[in-house]
């Protein structure tokens, strides 16, 4: 989170990761921000890792421990999988892709503006260019793999971190929604027993994952899980061959069986998941904990987990109300170089057709900055649609700054709902009808080649 952000930003946004944790309300003293999907979900712990963290599955409140192992163990047919990842903080889309053509642009913009010449130029419209940080993301544009959304939004912004964020999970602007827009899809589509379905990688439940009725998981890393005991080698590899011998022993207690298939399968989920401690990526990814987890993801997708929609938050923060220029460079480097070693990865891996990175953020910037080197909260952003399968053009113009709407803002030319409706159509092939309401009001898009 960048030190320059709204000053309740921080404050808020911790009780709002505590929202969603089971059964927790926000304060009283927070009224009026909108309760994340998924408040009051119930969640299970099932293993301690050796980190000293647990893997948190939500809405499993009737999900027996053997259904945990089946959804790790089951083989899945291979099928698409969603990315979901989060700009969290309101990323300022004129710097990711800066409209250095528009005469209004320098005026705007005395001291962030990017020069005529930085970056790389944008080839369907040549007004705008890539920031160098974003290098990575311009790459795969130029490879015909980025769906870019340079102006995208809603009617009537709401230009409040927690309320915007709100629409953008559960896909409607009406406060009130406790499940995401992917958790109604899963609700649909998902399977009593497979955590895994919906994956959440920032270690509390992601709303854009909230279901109903289907279990959905959370967790820090996808790499660092294991048993822990007291002992070391050669002591613990005997225990826990031991372990797994215990399901197998025949008991007259009913307590004693349950405790003995319990530690069997806790045995066998180690072993399972034992080959994502200290894996081997086929290329090189950026040292941050962004890109450890995206390492992380595309070795358990290799590994046939059944997951399909996973949601992960991307490196820093965006609410740059000062000192932008320092803070969003190095933010936005991270994620793009991420970005592309992920998708490198997977085409190494032969995954790339089944993966797709949908990339958001809650809001844009107001075109003109302020008086501390930043800029305040705005309507307009920027999204983008990231994958082999991606395809590869832009989705809506970029309105330019001769005309901004009644608050000096970005007009919009694309509505994230529209985006939503299309991916589900397009890429997880369902009637986005049964999850977005007005569906049939929104255009499709065409994102998936």
Known sequence: MSHNCCNNYTRSQLLRGAAAEAGKG????????????????TRRKFLSRSAGLTLAVYGATKLPFSAFEAGI????????????????????????????????????????????????????????????????????????????MPAIGYDSP????????????????????????LGRYLDEVGDDENPLQGLSLDGE???????AN???????????YDLWAQVDDPVAPEMYSSFARFGDFKSDSTAMSQARKAMSRASRLRQQLSQFDGF????????????????GLAAIIAAGL???????????GYDTHSDQAQDLTGNLQETCDALLAFQRDLEARGLADRVLVEMWSEFGRRP??????????GAAGCAFVIGSRAKGQMVGEFPGLATLDEDDNLLHTSDFRALYCSLLEQWLGFDAARVIPGASYFPRPALVA
């Not at 926000?26 to 309760?35: I, N, S």
């Not at 309101?90 to 005395?110: C, E, F, H, I, K």
């Not at 059944?306 to 820093?316: E, I, N």
């Not at 003109?368 to 909260?377: F, I």
């Open 306 to 316: 059944p997951l399909h929609c996973v949601t992960v938050r991307a490196s820093g």
């Open 158 to 181: 709401n230009q409040s971190h927690f309320t915007s964020r709100h629409f953008w999970e559960i896909g409607e602007v009406e406060v009130g929604f406790r499940t995401g827009w």
């Open 280 to 295: 081997q990526s086929p290329v090189a990814y950026p040292d941050n904990y962004f890109a450890g987890n995206l390492a």
């Open 205 to 211: 439940l992601s709303p854009v994952l909230a279901t």
């Open 368 to 377: 003109e900055e302020n008086g501390s080197g930043g800029t305040d909260h």
């Open 214 to 224: 289907k279990p959905v998981a959370a967790v820090d890393s996808p790499t660092s």
């Open 73 to 148: 163990a089951q083989a899945a047919p291979p099928g698409p999988i969603l990315v979901s990842v989060f700009l969290d903080g309101g990323a300022d889309a004129m710097s990711v892709l800066a409209p250095v053509g528009d005469p209004n642009y320098a005026t705007l913009r005395p001291t962030l503006a990017l020069g005529p010449a930085d970056g790389t130029a944008f080839t369907e419209d040549t007004r705008l260019r890539w920031n160098p940080a974003a290098a990575g993301l311009a790459q795969l544009h130029s490879e015909g793999k980025v769906s870019v």
């Open 26 to 41: 926000l304060p009283a003293v927070e009224a009026g921000m909108p309760l994340p999907a998924g408040t009051g979900l």
